[in-house]
């Protein structure tokens, strides 16, 4: 190189550094901030007593994202999912939510497995102003109290839930019912439910006894509970509650004179308590996989969660996991945005059917219409380990079997 050559070359460099150094910090900012992950952070209790359905809900949810980015992700931005363990607890939870907005930058939460830690979460997501999809049943996350524009609710909540199972199981077993209530938000809003429905229906309440949430011995409450001689039994609790329930119900000869309901009837729980155990026990679930000789988008979610993780198939609160998440990033798409209001607004647009039939959410407080599928626990005629329910009837997503807006406390 000559020494022409050297000096033009030394200004084209020169130039270039001297560009470099007078671009505007907003403008790298702004490009980093258009190539940075979208992120969802996903509290739910990995340990605990629901364990195993929040591990199935962070793997659903996972597909959600790789979904999202095997098609291309919103401009070339990829999505990224951040799970975090919030204990069952309700501080806890919000200690991790307000960590995933404030030092991990999430743009929006999906998440929760229990009616008082989802009220947590949405209280942190409220303040501020980040969406949050709720993957958990509550009735009090719908009322104008908790609720806000940021928020919406992907499950069933227990009015939904223990309505259907109630005009379902009332008029076949009979109007004398003992509930065992899980002594927590979600038992209590359980019981209220299938208390509204059964009025219509000249049901009785001959006693609703309360247990502590994470109870291992039922012993105490089974001869009060037979002594009253019950048509039904209804056991308002969730997980290894559930489980623990239904075993020592079962051993105690409960059913011989009474039908067992519940109004959350879990694929886990059942794997977990056995076919025996379980056998005749009835219930409501937001999805059950056997759907998909029914309903078409359950055999195509099926069959992607088949291949992803080694033939298994997906939970009911795995499929909310799914279902939570990529509603979010459908959103992100119609809105051409990552801002939280911006998807807020095109969210409550959607009408979608991501795996078990057509959804979509009521205007004025954002939770989504959806059906409700009534399954009875078996013993015998399976075709596999996994084909544990015979689905007895499918309720149709109507907005009549929600509480009324105006009960909710929204101005409509």
């Not at 949050?132 to 928020?151: G, L, M, R």
């Not at 003992?178 to 002594?183: E, K, P, R, S, W």
Request: with cysteine.
């Amino acid at each position: 190189m000559n020494s022409s050559d050297f000096r033009s070359r030394r200004r084209q460099v020169l130039g270039a550094g001297l560009a470099a150094a007078t671009t505007p910090l907003w403008f790298n900012i702004a490009r980093a901030q258009n190539n940075a992950p979208i992120r969802i952070g996903l509290p739910t209790p990995l340990t605990g007593a629901f364990s195993a359905e929040a591990q199935d809900q962070a793997r659903a949810a996972e597909l959600a994202i790789k979904e999202f980015n095997e098609s291309g992700g919103f401009n070339g931005r990829m999505a990224e999912l951040l799970v975090r363990d919030d204990k069952l607890n309700p501080g806890e939870a919000a200690t991790r939510t307000l960590e995933l907005i404030e030092k991990d930058k999430v743009n929006f939460i999906v998440g929760s497995l229990s009616a008082a830690t989802q009220l947590s979460i949405n209280g942190v997501c409220k303040d501020r102003k980040v969406l949050f999809n709720s993957i958990s049943q509550s009735d009090a996350i719908n009322e104008a109290k908790d609720w806000s524009p940021y928020t919406f609710h992907e499950a069933l909540n227990p009015h939904m839930t223990s309505g259907a199972v109630a005009r379902y199981a009332f008029p076949k077993f009979g109007k004398r019912v003992v509930y065992l209530t899980a002594d927590y938000a979600y038992g209590h809003e359980m019981v209220r439910g299938f208390q509204r429905a059964g009025q219509a229906l000249g049901v009785q309440t001959l006693a609703d006894i309360r247990h502590p949430i994470g109870a291992s011995d039922y012993s105490a409450f089974l001869p009060r509970i037979q002594s009253l001689k019950p048509d039904i039994l209804v056991l308002c609790n969730f997980g290894r509650d559930l489980v623990n329930s239904v075993k020592q119900a079962t051993d105690f000869g409960i059913k011989s004179s009474t039908k067992i309901i519940t109004p959350v009837l879990l694929y886990t729980s059942r794997l977990a308590g056995g076919a025996d155990a379980f056998d005749g026990v009835l219930g409501g679930t937001s999805y059950y996989w056997g759907m998909e000789d029914q309903v078409p988008s359950a055999k195509a979610f099926n069959d992607k969660f088949r291949k992803a993780y080694n033939g298994s198939v997906p939970s009911d609160y795995g499929a909310l996991g799914y279902a939570g998440v990529r509603s979010v990033l459908q959103a992100v798409r119609n809105a051409k945005s990552v801002e939280s209001l911006k998807v807020a607004e095109a969210m409550a647009a959607l009408k979608y059917d991501w795996y078990k039939g057509e959804q979509f959410y009521r205007k004025c407080d954002h939770q989504s219409v959806q059906s409700v599928i009534i399954v009875e626990s078996k013993s015998k005629n399976m075709k596999d380990k996994n084909d544990v329910f015979n689905v007895l009837a499918i309720e149709k997503p109507d907005e009549a079997s929600l509480r009324t807006c105006e009960e909710l406390g929204h101005k409509v």
